[in-house]
Each structure stands twice: as structure tokens, then as C-alpha cells.
């Protein structure tokens, strides 16, 4: 073999290596996937698979032909650039590929892979030799392809992985037969709702509650395995859905005997299809609940939930409107709130930290469930005032300059992005900028809800910058009736161009609200 083929194969090889790091990221957010994976494909990456194409035939006529150094100094030139990509990639990415187990079995099948197309060059000649070489061009050039083929050769053995973690998980739930299991879900507020239960709860209990946003299947396996232990009196499990029956599938695991649904809403209506599907998807919750001789909180705020609901239910709690769970005589200000909670009759004054009109609902919930399971009434009153914003919603922090941010960044629900606006605008003498890429997987009611987010922006904001220029249209085309001055509204393509134009005028009488800071793979 010509030691220019060789070389031609090792490069073509690492550049492929080096197009996979941005193949896996996308795979990873958008959840191992296939379809999904595929959608960013098509709308991010036809243009150079057309690039690529060409290159693709060059190497192959220059190595039908036996022109080796062509060959060579193509593949060479692919890697250089294919490197230059990957590492400016790697610095501008917002969420960087997480090197899971998973991730790295697909990048330990990838290499067995590529190591036997190079072996079968070297050591086998004629028609052979040149097939490994023509199949491992496809797949150089063609990184989705081989991220896809990797996806379905791994497939039965992540299967076979995740089984024997949630066999292990159910034995050590079993094995705790004190355990008070408590599930949430809702199209939004779910998270926020979780930490602040365990707040409260911990005033008398030994409490486990999932992390971060970790409500898939596999996550909560992962919470029950690291951290239950034999002393663990209540777990409590954030459970997120994309299609129907995603939240049956973590209540068959954790099997859990009290529920919150803090809401029912347009939120990734491109997988459920309409919100008739989110609603059952949700009550998946209520039904395992009920089985298990339990209570289920719903939120009577939402107008989804109280249209769809079976009131004969004696399993459901209603919290919220004039409910016996509710709140009274809400005092608002831009660094917190005061309010009254009504607990089936009982009247607790408290106050919080924490921003906005849905976080008051937020601890509504999780205190109406705190109460059912006999936490005292100051126990409540003090781990509500010691409440701490979850990272990343609406959490108030110095900024650039002297200036307040409002970090935002974690929520992208309608009904939440409204209100973080409206909690802007509160900031009265300061001036307001908000930096937002809109709102993503709300299917036909994407477009309305970004208007309204465009609205809303407009009656509160000074100065309002968009980021995406396809996405940010909606957005664009409701400031656009109203009278705002135009000047002030900037379309941009990262959150790095749009610091460039906020920092500048950044100083002590200015505050920025950060709203929706999505992943790579929606940002366009």
C-alpha cells in the first residue's frame, strides 16, 4: 500500500474525529433522538454535506486513478479545516458536550470502527482494500451518517445497560419500605416547585430530591442509585415528559404515592402534538397516585388543567383561585414578595426572595403538600424566607459595570417568559434591557407565543436585543407594531455579540434580563 493512502486514510479518519465532537453535541441535546437529530441535520449541515460531496468525489477519482498525492493533500486539507472547525466550535459552544458514559461508549464503537477499515486496507488487497477505503470516505465525509450507524449498532447494549440500572434502582426503593415518594411534573414550574418542597420539607424530614433538571428516566435512576440511602424518609422526583407516555415511564420505576401538576401548557407541542396530549401525558402522574391509595395537587391557575380535570376525583387537591389551598394579599417589589398562604383554613404571613407571581405559586404548592404531610406552620414560615432562587430562574445577581442581571436563562414556557418581563419592568428608574432567542418546541403556537413575548418586551423594555435572526422574526415583526423606538432593538447570532452591545452601556442604573439562553442546536 502507497504510504500516501495510508497517511489519506489516518487523516480522513481524524478529521472525521474531529467533525464528531459537534455531531455527538447535537445528538446529546437533542436527547440520543434519531428524528431529532436528524431535524438539525437538515437545517443546519446541507450546506456542507454539498461542500463535502465534492470533496468526497476528488478523493475517490484521485484514488480509482492511482493519483495518491492528491489524494493525500485533499485529506489533509479536510482534517486542517475540519480541526479549525471543531476547536472554534468547541470555544463559542454554550452547552459543551458532556462525556457520559454513553458518549464515550459511542466514541469507543467509532474508533473499533475506523481501526477496522484502516486494518482491512493494510492487511487485505485488491477490491477489498479498496472498499474499506471508499466506505471509510463516505463516513469521513459524511460525519451524520456514522453518528447515526454508531447510534444503531450501540442501541441494544445502552438497552441492556439502562435495564440492569433500573432493575437496581426499584430493588433499592423496594428495599426502603419507609420511603414517602413524591412525584412533580407540569408543562413548567416543576423544577422550582422541586427545590423549594425540599426546603421545606427538610424542616422534619431526610430528604432526597432529583438534581438540577435531571426528570428523565435514566436521571432519576441515577438520583436513586448515588443518593437513597437506608435513612432517607421522602424522595422527591421532578418527572419531564416530550410524548405520551414519558411520565408513566419514571412512575413505574419510583412508583410514587403523592403528586403535584403544577400546570398544563403549550410546551414541546412539536412532540405531543397538541395540548389534549400534554394534559394526559401529565395526569399519568395522577392515575399512578390514585393506584397507590395517594393525593395528587393541581393547580387551579390553570386554565388547561380546570377545563380537562375529573372533579369526581377524590385523589385530585386543587391549589390556588379560591381553593382551601390559595394566597392572599400579595405585596410585590423587585427584590421579592409578601403574602399570605391559606393552608385549608390555616393563615401563614410570609416573604421571599424570589421573583415573580409564579414562583408565589410555585411555593404554594410545594407548602399545600408540606402541610398534607404535617410540617408545622412556622416550620414553613422560616424555610420559605430562607428561600434561594433556583439557578437560572429569575435569579437576581450583579452584573457588568455595576448592573443587575435577572438570570433567566432556564426558562422557556409562555407563561413564565410573560411574567419575567413583567418582572423587569418593576425595576422602576433603571433602564431595562432583555436579551432573549424567544421561545422553541411549541409547534403551530410558536409564532404566537414569541408576538406576545415581542409584546411584552416592547410595553417593559428599553432597550430589547433578539438573538437569531430567523428565530427572532416573531419577535421582530410584533415590536414592529407598536411604538418602540427601532433603534433600540438589535437582531443578533450569538449572546457573545449581544454582551458586545449591552456591556457598553451597562452602569449601576441598569438591569438585564437574560430569557431563554437555548443550546447550539436551536440557535439560527
Known sequence: MSVFILLSALFLAGSLFCSIYRQLQMLQQNSYFASRYLKWVYGNFMLSITFLSFGYCLVSIFYLGQKYLFCFLISLAVFVIRLLLALNCKKKSIKKLVYTGR???????????????????????????????????????????????????????????????????????????????????????????????????????????????????????????????????????????????????????????????????????????????????????????????????????????????????????????EENFRVENISRNSFGSNFDLILDGKKISVSTKLLGLHSIFDILAAASLAYKLGVKEDDIKVAISSLKPTEHRLELKSFHNGSLLIDDAYNSNPVGCLEAVRTLGTFDGYKKTIITPGLIELGAKEYEANYALGLEAAKYCDIIILVGKNRSKPMVDAINTTDFNKDNVYVVSSFKEAMDIYIPTADKMSVVLIENDLPDNYLN
Open 103 to 321: 458518549v464515550k461508549r459511542l466514541l469507543a464503537t467509532s474508533l473499533i470502527i475506523l481501526g477496522l477499515l484502516i486494518t482491512v486496507m493494510e492487511t487485505v488487497s485488491g477490491i477489498y482494500s479498496q472498499a474499506a477505503f471508499i466506505i471509510l470516505g463516505i463516513l469521513a465525509f459524511f460525519s451524520p451518517l456514522f453518528v447515526l450507524i454508531v447510534l444503531f449498532i450501540n442501541s441494544p447494549i445502552e438497552a441492556l445497560i439502562s435495564r440492569h440500572y433500573i432493575n437496581d434502582a426499584k430493588r433499592i426503593l423496594k428495599q426502603n419500605n419507609n420511603l414517602t415518594v413524591i412525584g412533580i411534573t407540569g408543562s413548567f414550574g416543576k423544577t422550582t416547585t422541586k427545590f423549594i418542597l425540599n426546603r421545606i420539607l427538610s424542616e422534619k424530614y431526610n430528604t432526597v430530591c432529583t438534581p438540577a433538571s435531571f426528570n428523565t428516566p435514566m436521571g432519576v435512576v441515577r438520583t436513586v442509585r448515588g443518593d437513597i440511602k437506608s435513612n432517607t424518609q421522602v424522595f422527591i422526583c421532578e418527572m419531564g415528559a416530550k410524548k405520551k407516555g414519558d411520565i408513566k415511564e419514571i412512575c413505574d420505576i419510583v412508583h410514587p404515592t403523592y403528586g403535584i401538576i403544577t400546570s398544563v401548557g403549550a410546551q414541546h407541542l412539536d412532540t405531543f402534538g397538541s395540548i389534549e396530549n400534554v394534559f394526559k401525558t401529565k395526569f399519568e402522574l395522577a392515575d399512578e397516585v390514585r393506584k397507590n391509595g395517594g393525593k395528587t395537587l393541581i393547580s387551579a391557575e390553570s386554565e388547561d388543567i380546570i377545563k380537562r380535570y375529573d372533579k369526581s376525583d377524590n385523589s385530585l387537591v386543587l391549589f390556588g383561585k
